[in-house]
């Protein structure tokens, strides 16, 4: 049933794709059904099943090479498989007032949400590659066709780091085949065969940062804020919401999975680190603090939304290099938590403010007096941003406590820096928020900007994301009884028998 | 060659045979009976007839397959030759299909002709292993595409890329030849199997080393191989659209084949070892070294290329440096590597020329003219979509399957993972790779077309063309096994 959620994007992407010109509405329409159904398919999975891993289908694909077309799902899949339907729904629904070419955006559209759920449901590697550059090809054209302010230099970015990333996962992918000389590539067979460790140690650098590279770690994260700033609304809030997962997601079911023995000390030392976990690790603070850094002296309203998503996939990265069970579950709650939220974010910075004030700068923001203009707005963002800085109450807290308790277990000295990025985060959010909404210098009447009025499809979008949000912050064992019991699934158990603490 | 019966001769050239009468009869049809017809039925019969042929062929090698030899590796026919002379009648056959609505010649008979010949010259040159065989192939090949480059008279494009087809290959032709004599001279046989014996007594002879480079050097023009590929952005920008989509596809294919038979079999004791801390001096590394620098070359220059023809000729250049790859390695699982590759290749590249064989009356070159394809025309926007995401790589397609392969044979080939400088080179190159053709998938998608452009008129012979390339692509794509079950049990014969 949950392989539907594949199928049922593309078919819907050709339906629309297929829909006579001239009717916008149907497009719109077959395209938010299309996004409900997978939905409901992914709650209905989610209700039933466990965090224990379950086959879909698994039937053979290359024969040849023992490539399989096999599609699986455990606990984090399904988190993000969750993850992916509701920023999907939430997507069409903010983008419901484009004008231009609207079947190819809906059928793109689809397209990407589809290979994105192939990429969460694959269990074999050539596979889960395979999801992962169809992935990348309606990225292009979503941010080069409607994007804003030089999106084909940013939609061309986006797409080559993506594709660097991803040849590096190439070609980790083909040494994992040839070295296990298994004749397969499905993730648990590899999972289960020893590798011998002085390939695991430069294959799982090399895969994480490949995947990685989509996750926006520092340094190679300059593709997001870029991307995201050019990107049209629903774009950006599948971009950050769910496509960066996909990088988080392959760093944890690739290359941690596969290649646990990398994470082991090197037994020396280059600049007082001593393992690929301790390198990631500073790295992914580095990404933290730098994020929350740069984001505080933006003067374009996107980019410091952009900026955040770095510092958030930070807590990520972080998470997943604590090796220890509260880490990772925390770098997972916060892959789903950040989709959410960044997607929230980009609703209210693109459509709700951009669309109808028609500027992003914020100093210009600052003279419109927008908190009075469009409360709804206001006070949308005003909870977002509390989500963000990981108030409680929002799912946001849940998941950064989780991680810097773990990060406290595994690297004391790491998590004072990585508390001082959430100051930070504090000090960017307030910032922004103040400007945006509520500017003192105003100097324009009420009546100088006429504002349309927020709409329905709007609303119902923000709604269905603060609430998700604020019931997974209230109620964070409805995700984590999928969480834990996929990282304790004998799939991990290498990590545990390794370098885990 | 005493005791050929001329019965096994007629019995294992059936098919070359069928093709090259195919060319005869376009010639006399078109010179005779068909001389004042108007010119657009003349290029309807010519290209029936000739399509004809190659199905007839078609029929003949997969429905009476003859397989057999001929003394001294004169003629070797196997289920692996015949399956690359199948894909080599397809290809062909789609090349006639892109003459249909081309008007830039009266001779409309010959230029068929000339097309049919030259897949008969390839259908020689993959089923032999004897050097002498191999020659007379690769220049009745070689004469056929110069000739056909040539073809458009009114252009003084053609001309300059026929003659610089010409004289490169003509000194190319020479070289090879060279190195073939000294081949001769060293094992005083023609055929491979019994080159590859006496190579193998010492392989160290400095004559054989001589031997070894003109040899690469003349088999890299024919494929196009940095440094050897001054001529292939001239043909391909200059030749006309059909016989550049011949030499940019299916005699790629041929060569490809050519090349790899001729070197294991008769070379693969003096291979050396390009792998990485164990090299040793040997065609593989000297081949490697070509590899490399296709790759480099023709990935990077392509960036700088505002023609789309001259694109596609250093796109053209980096794929010979991937398919180089598995020469290198020239194991039996690269070979069926290769030969998955440079079909899929061939089939891509044939449809880009298709497209660009739609839009000819468009007067289409600059990467710039296809803008606004995607509103003019959608359905072919949406092949070269795929044709170009095929080249790029980009899975399911089947472009990224040939790389895959090749990848992993050249890994698993050798020991220690000597060779992944070259994989690592490949994959970088191809990420430069995915640039290019996104900028030519721009135009077409992104930017709006010029106002007022009326929607394109396709031919039906072209679009038929575009779209069996398209959806072949697609299908190789999705089910690879199709085409690697078939060349992985035909492959059982050919090598030993």
Known sequence: MLAWTIYLSFIGAAAVALTPTGRPLFARVTALLTSLAVLGIAIAAVVEGGGQPITIVRAPWISRLGIEYYLAADGISLTLVLLTGIAAVAGILFSWNIERRVRDFFALYLVLIGAVYGVFLSFDLLLLFVFYEIAIIPKYFLIAIWGSKRCEYAAMKLVLYSFAGSALVLAGTVAAYCVSGQHTLSLDALANFPFPAHFQMWAFPMVFVGFAVLAGMWPFHTWAPTGHAAAPTAASMLLAGVVMKLGAYGCLRVAMMLFPRGLDPWGFRVLGLGSWQQVFAVVAVIGIVYGATVALVQKDLKFVVGYSSVSHMGFVLLGLMTLNRIGLSGAVYQMFSHGIIAGLLFAVVGRMVYERTHTRDLGELSRIPLGRLIPFAAVTFVLAWMASIGLPGFSGFIAELQVLIGSWRAFPWLSWIAGLGILIGIAFSWRALQATFFGEGVTASDTEHPMPPITVPERLGAYLLLATTIVLGLYPRLLMSLILPALNSPLFEQLHRGAWK | ?496
């Open chain 2, 1 to 496: 060659m005493t005791g050929t019966s001329y019965a096994e001769l007629l019995r294992l050239t059936a098919p070359e045979i069928v093709v090259g009468l195919a060319g005869l009869l376009v010639l006399v049809l078109d010179l005779s009976v068909l001389r004042r017809t108007a010119i657009a039925v003349r290029f309807h019969s010519a290209v029936v007839a000739g399509c004809a042929g190659c199905v007839i062929a078609w029929v003949v090698l997969d429905k009476f397959p003859a397989q057999g030899s001929l003394p001294a590796g004169m003629l070797v026919v196997n289920p692996l030759t015949q399956l690359i002379q199948i894909a080599l009648l397809g290809l062909a056959i789609v090349v006639l299909l892109l003459v249909d609505s081309a008007r830039f010649t009266t001779h409309v008979g010959e230029y068929c002709a000339l097309i049919l010949f030259a897949t008969t010259a390839m259908m020689l040159l993959v089923s032999t292993q004897n050097l002498l065989v191999l020659f007379i192939s690769i220049e009745f090949l070689s004469l056929s595409l110069y000739i056909m480059t040539g073809f458009d008279k009114e252009s003084a494009q053609s001309a300059e890329a026929a003659l610089k087809y010409f004289l490169f290959g003509g000194m190319s032709a020479g070289i090879l030849l060279f190195g073939m004599s000294l081949l001769y001279g060293i094992s005083g046989s023609l055929a491979l199997q019994p080159i590859g014996a006496a190579v193998s007594q010492s392989p160290g002879d400095p004559m054989l080393t001589l031997a070894m480079v003109m040899v690469v050097a003349g088999f890299g023009f024919k494929i196009a191989a940095a440094p050897f590929h001054m001529w292939a952005p001239e043909v391909y920008q200059g030749a006309p659209t059909a016989s550049a989509a011949l030499v940019a596809s299916s005699s790629k294919v041929a060569s490809f084949f050519a090349l790899f038979l001729a070197f294991n079999l008769g070379l693969r004791a003096a291979a050396g070892s390009a792998a990485w801390g164990m090299y040793s001096a040997g065609w593989a590394s000297l081949i490697a070294i070509l590899a490399a620098v296709s790759m480099l070359w023709g990935n990077l220059a392509a960036i700088a290329q505002t023609s789309f023809r001259r694109l596609l000729a250093y796109s053209a250049i980096g794929h010979a440096g991937y398919m180089l790859i598995a020469l290198v390695v020239h194991s039996r699982q690269s070979l069926t590597a290769l030969v998955y590759y440079v079909i899929t290749y061939a089939l891509a590249t044939v449809g880009a020329f298709a497209v660009l064989s739609a839009l000819e009356g468009e007067g289409v070159d600059a990467i710039a003219d296809f803008r606004g394809l995607g509103k003019r025309a959608p359905d072919l926007a949406f092949c070269l979509l795929i044709f170009l995401l095929s080249l790029a790589g980009v899975p399911p397609l089947a472009g990224f399957f040939g790389k895959f392969y090749v990848f992993t044979s050249a890994l698993e080939g050798t020991n220690h993972f000597g060779l992944l400088w070259l994989v690592l080179l490949a994959l970088a190159m191809s990420v430069v790779s995915f640039y290019y053709y996104l900028k030519v998938l721009k135009q077409a998608y992104v930017s709006a077309p010029v106002t007022g452009a009326p929607p394109i008129h396709v031919a039906v012979a072209t679009r038929l063309a575009v779209w069996s390339a398209a959806t072949l692509v697609l299908l190789l794509g999705c089910l690879p096994g199709l085409l690697l079950n078939k060349v992985a049990t035909t492959l059982g014969s050919a090598v030993q």
